[in-house]
C-alpha cells in the first residue's frame, strides 16, 4: 500500500513506512529485554528541560507550527509519551506491536503510529487536516484535525502523530499492519537507520513477523 504526499507540506517532513504481517504476539518478551530497562533509563536520565531541549522535539514542533497547529495544545505523542516515563509514571501494556510502537517511539523520539492495514481503503495520503475535521481518536472522544499533518484513505483521516484514530488503530485480531515513523527533520541516513531498527525490532519481538515492504514518502 502506497502513501502519496501533498507537494505543499513542509520537506523536512519525512516519513518511514514498514508493511508487516504478523500474529500480535510476543516472541521474545520486549518489556523485560528492552522496554523496562529504557524506562529505566529514562527515568533516571531525563527531566521536562532535556525533552524540551532535544533537537528532535524541537524539529516536530517547529513543523507543528508551520502547519498552523500548536505543539502545546496539541503535543506531538513522542513528547508526551517521554515526558509520561520520565515522570515516573511508565507505559500501559496494550498488546505487542503498541507497546513495540511505543517502545521504538522513546527510542527514536519521534512519533511513530501503527495502523491495521486491513482497515484502510487506497487510495492512502499525507496531507494537512481540512478546518472542522475531526476523527474519534484512541481512548478520547475526538482529535481536532485542523491544520494537523494527517494519513487519510478513501474514508477520511485515520492517523496523525499526535492521536490516532480508533477506525484504524490495532488490536489482537490484527495480522497486517502499516508501522509509520514520522520523522520531522530526520535526515535520509537518520530515517533508513530507523528503518533498520523497525525491521529488526518487529522480526526480534513478533511471532511469525515478515516485513513485505519498507518505503519513505
Avoid at 513495540?100 to 519521534?110: A, G
Avoid at 494537512?128 to 485542523?146: M, V
Wanted: net charge positive; hydrophobic share 40%.
Amino acid at each position: 500500500m502506497m502513501i502519496k504526499r501533498d507537494p505543499q507540506l513542509p520537506a523536512q517532513i519525512k516519513l518511514g513506512v514498514t508493511a508487516l504481517t504478523f500474529k500480535n504476539q510476543f516472541k521474545t518478551d520486549l518489556w523485560t529485554t528492552a522496554i523496562q530497562p529504557l524506562l529505566t533509563e529514562i527515568e533516571q536520565q531525563d527531566d521536562l528541560v532535556t525533552i524540551r531541549e532535544n533537537p528532535r522535539i524541537q524539529a516536530t514542533k517547529q513543523v507543528y507550527k508551520a502547519l498552523g497547529k500548536d505543539p502545546a495544545r496539541f503535543r506531538p505523542s513522542s513528547d508526551s509519551l517521554w515526558r509520561r516515563v520520565a515522570k515516573g509514571k511508565g507505559l500501559y501494556q496494550v498488546n505487542p506491536l503498541v507497546d513495540l510502537n511505543n517502545y521504538l517511539s522513546l527510542q527514536f523520539k519521534v512519533p511513530l503510529g501503527s495502523y491495521d492495514q486491513a482497515a484502510l481503503q487506497p487510495p492512502v495520503q499525507l496531507t494537512k487536516g481540512a478546518p472542522g475535521t475531526t476523527y474519534p481518536g484512541i481512548g478520547k472522544s475526538a482529535i481536532n484535525l485542523d491544520h494537523l499533518l494527517v494519513l487519510a484513505d478513501a474514508q477520511g483521516a485515520f492517523g496523525s502523530p499526535t492521536a490516532d484514530s480508533i477506525r484504524a488503530m490495532i488490536t489482537a485480531q490484527t495480522t497486517t499492519a502499516l508501522i509509520v515513523v514520522y520523522g520531522f527533520g530526520l535526515t535520509t541516513a537518520e530515517l533508513q537507520q530507523c528503518q533498520q531498527t523497525v525491521a529488526t525490532t518487529v522480526t526480534t519481538y513478533l511471532e511469525a513477523a515478515m516485513v513485505n515492504a519498507q518505503f519513505s514518502v
